[in-house]
């Protein structure tokens, strides 16, 4: 069966960084497209970036670009997000999500398997 776990959330101060982890498993990582989805409190679900599994450099959204970086690791079936410089608008879950057929790569519906979630609390 497929299964996407996040890791690596908890509690840092603004201003400093953290490095969430998503292992998947019963897929063909090489060929999925893997993102990364955050909800804060009370607010809908919201595209944060993705690596294409075409392997072009990945994209984000304009909220953390130059601050979160997105990496994978194909022979560990492993995808990143390096969170620099976090601000309490961070604060929330954060989703991997995975996907062999790439519509609109920002769009949660397009994906079709998901994380549980990692938790990331940012204290001002």
């Known amino acids: 069966q497929v299964q996407l776990v996040e890791s690596g959330g908890g509690s840092v101060q603004a201003g400093g960084s953290l490095r969430l982890s998503c292992k998947a498993s019963?897929?063909?990582?090489?060929?999925?497209?893997l993102a990364w989805f955050h909800q804060a409190p009370r607010q809908d679900r919201e595209f944060v970036g993705a690596a294409p599994w075409s392997g072009d450099e990945p994209v984000y959204t304009d909220s953390v670009k130059g601050r979160f970086v997105i990496a994978r690791d194909n022979t560990k079936s492993t995808v990143y997000l390096q969170m620099n410089n976090v601000t309490s608008d961070d604060t929330g879950f954060y989703y991997c999500?995975?996907?062999?057929?790439?519509?609109?790569?920002?769009?949660?519906?397009?994906?079709?398997?998901w994380g549980q979630g990692t938790q990331v609390t940012v204290a001002s």
């Open positions: 019963g897929l063909s990582f090489n060929w999925q497209t």
């Open positions: 999500a995975a996907t062999g057929n790439i519509v609109e790569i920002r769009t949660a519906s397009a994906y079709d398997y």
